[in-house]
Structures are given as C-alpha cells and as structure tokens.
C-alpha cells in the first residue's frame, strides 16, 4: 500500500492491516510509528488510504471496511461498508487543479 501525506502534518499515513495499527512515517528521516487504533482490527489487509482537503484520513480495508481515522487521537471516527476487493489502491486529489474545481 502506499502511504498518502497528510495536508496537515506532512506525515506519511497507511494502515498495518497484519497487525491492525496506523502507520506514520516521517518522510524526511523514514522513521515509522505504529499506533494502536481501538476497533481497528488485524489480519486484512488495507489496500487503499487517501486524505480529503479538511485532513480526515480513509483507511479501505480490502474485506470492504472504509475506516476514518482521527490522526490526532488515533481513534475511529466512522466505519462505513463498501464492497470488498483483492485488488484496490486509494487516491485523492486534495487540491484538485483549476480547471476542475466548481
């Protein structure tokens, strides 16, 4: 999975979906912490994470769970149901270009 930036802190954030923590790394010295996310659950693996333009971070756990992650607290905001996938990646365009906005 690849880990997208955050808007806010610049950190690199992804999902450890064997051990059911948030990973963030440091993108200037590749330091990673793993945190503990209660009701974050192990052994699936998440195949896509993206950031909307206000920083809330998606974790897509490939079992079909779209978990939002709180980065400041390491907490589960919302949990919401797609279908499940074996091959997903997550995207977003924060700042999409001019000639897209609205």
């Avoid at 990973?23 to 909307?52: C, I, K, M, Q, Y």
């Amino acid at each position: 999975m690849r880990y997208p930036r955050s808007p806010i802190d610049g950190k690199l954030y992804g999902g450890d979906g064997a051990q059911g923590q948030l990973a963030v790394v440091e993108p200037a010295t590749g330091d990673r912490v793993d945190f503990n996310v209660p009701g974050l659950p192990a052994g699936s693996p998440f195949g896509g994470a993206w950031f909307d333009a206000a920083g809330r971070l998606f974790l897509y756990q490939n079992s079909g769970a779209i978990y939002e992650i709180d980065v400041v607290t390491h907490q589960i905001v919302d949990i919401q149901t797609g279908p499940g996938s074996s091959r997903n990646d997550g995207a977003a365009c924060v700042s999409p270009p001019k000639s897209l906005r609205r």
